[in-house]
């Protein structure tokens, strides 16, 4: 469910998104979005849209994040910030839902627009029953 409030750390969260919005390259969709995601111990990884003239090789800005996390050694994420144009909340499309699983199953995300409301519920609400690697057994690595 869609909370009202929000702590100081998803402000911060959503700062660093909305900062990470300002180098969205999004020439196609003109639709801008910025991500960033926190991990367990604190650090903060940006993420913005990267489209291509072939347009399905865009990707979203929230896999863009999570991507720099895990290259950055970071395999345990706490919570998602999304943002994008308009007075709407973004919320995150179903494939990004399935790549922040993957790395934060109890994700806190946070969604806004340039104005309008904030909203925060988690990962479980918004992926319920959801795949992950704890049914694969457990794996190499
Ligand atoms: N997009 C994101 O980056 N994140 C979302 O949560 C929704 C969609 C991007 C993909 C594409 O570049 C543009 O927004 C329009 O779909």
Same mark, same amino acid.
């Given at each position: 469910? &869609?909370?009202?409030? @929000?702590?100081? %750390?998803?402000? !911060? @969260?959503?700062?660093? /998104?909305?900062? /990470?919005?300002?180098?969205?390259? &999004? ?5 801008? +979005? ?15 849209? =990267? ?7 865009? =990707? $979203?800005?929230?896999?863009? &994040? +999570?991507?720099?996390?895990? !290259? ?7 919570? #998602? ?11 995150? $499309?179903?494939? $990004?839902?399935?790549? @922040? ?7 806190? #995300? =946070?969604? !806004? ?5 904030? %909203? ?15 049914? @694969? ?5």
């Amino acid at each position: 469910m &869609a909370e009202a409030w @929000l702590r100081d %750390e998803d402000e !911060a @969260l959503l700062a660093a /998104a909305r900062l /990470a919005r300002e180098r969205a390259y &999004a020439p196609y969709s003109r639709f801008p +979005v910025g991500a960033a995601v926190r991990a367990a111990d604190g650090r903060i990884f940006q993420g913005c849209n =990267i489209e291509n003239a072939s347009y399905g090789l865009t =990707i $979203c800005a929230e896999r863009v &994040a +999570v991507f720099q996390a895990v !290259a950055a050694g970071v395999r345990q994420l706490v919570a #998602v910030a999304v943002v994008g144009p308009g007075d709407e909340p973004c919320r995150p $499309c179903g494939a $990004c839902r399935q790549v @922040l699983r993957e790395f934060g199953l109890e994700m806190r #995300v =946070i969604m !806004a627009g340039e104005d309008g409301p904030v %909203e925060v519920t988690t990962l479980d609400e918004l992926l319920p029953r959801s795949f992950g690697p704890d049914h @694969l057994g457990p794996q190499p690595g």
